[in-house]
């Protein structure tokens, strides 16, 4: 009788203690297990596009910049605080800007964006809107003498309504892209010419994205646009004011891979 009871006593202990050796067993086993490797990881660049987050090979630089920082969109404004405007402390040009330079570094074109606020300074001196390419003027020529560009880029926000600056590609919009080239620049032709490549690329991947060319000159206008500082200097207005951000994402998007198709051509 004894033997019995001990029998099913030590059966009871098993029956118990077993749970807790598996458990044992498996923790063992997973600390002794192999990481797992890390899922290569993506960027959102534009509203509806997925680039891998190691860059491509550098093909070639550019210089980033913006004479007129706050010009805003009323779409993005309107989101951020209720407000429609079309001069914004941070829902500016600046913001997508930052957006470019990440797209241009995706496609291996090494980006750099003007290292000094002077937007800010001009704005605690009151400098007037059209004397701010003459107020920007010496830091962009300080900062050309100091590296080779491919492209420097000048970015601003063009005033005309979504009607006349939007394309619809495959079903999705896009802010369409206007060059500026001052006219008054002796050498304008070689702005144009590099503004064309440029043009002609982004048509190849959604045609209809860029406007006529905008030439200016003569009284009443800068007609230089600090243009004469180097051949690969333009001036780019992206889409207009109305344009929302997902459309402008979009746009940023075809401007990174058509520069990099123009490097890669050269």
């Known amino acids: 009788m004894k033997k019995t009871s001990l029998i099913w006593g030590s059966l009871i202990l098993f029956l118990f203690l077993f749970p807790v050796f598996v458990s044992m067993t498996a923790e063992g086993q997973t600390a002794k297990s192999p990481k797992l490797v890390k899922e290569t990881s993506y960027m959102v660049y534009a509203a509806n596009v997925l680039e891998e ?9 550019a210089l980033l910049y913006f004479t007129h920082s706050h ?3 009323e779409p993005m404004t309107k989101a951020f605080d209720g407000k429609v405007a079309v001069s914004h402390h941070s ?3 600046m913001k997508i800007g930052e957006k470019l330079k990440s797209q241009l570094d995706v496609n291996g074109v090494e980006t750099t964006i003007l290292p000094i606020d002077i937007q800010a300074q001009m704005e605690k001196k009151g400098i007037a809107y059209g004397r701010s390419y003459k107020e920007i003027r010496p830091y962009v020529q300080k900062q050309v003498k100091a590296d080779n560009y491919d492209f420097i880029i000048d970015l601003h926000r063009d ?6 600056t939007t394309i619809v590609h495959n079903g999705e919009k896009y802010a369409k892209v206007a060059f500026v080239i001052g006219k008054n620049n002796p050498n304008y032709k070689q702005n144009q010419a ?4 440029l043009k002609d690329e982004m048509e190849k991947l959604v045609p209809g994205i860029t406007r006529d060319f905008i030439v200016k000159s003569g009284v009443g206008v800068d007609g230089k646009y600090n243009q004469d500082l180097h051949p690969s200097l333009l001036l780019i207005e992206l889409g207009g004011i109305g344009n929302a951000e997902d459309e402008l994402n979009r746009t940023v998007s075809v401007i990174g891979s058509a520069a990099a198709a123009v490097l890669q051509n050269s």
């Open 53 to 61: 987050e190691s860059a491509a090979q550098t093909t070639g630089k």
């Open 71 to 73: 010009e805003a969109y």
């Open 91 to 93: 829902e500016n040009i």
């Open 159 to 164: 005033h005309l309504r979504a009607d006349r």
């Open 194 to 197: 590099k503004a064309k490549l």
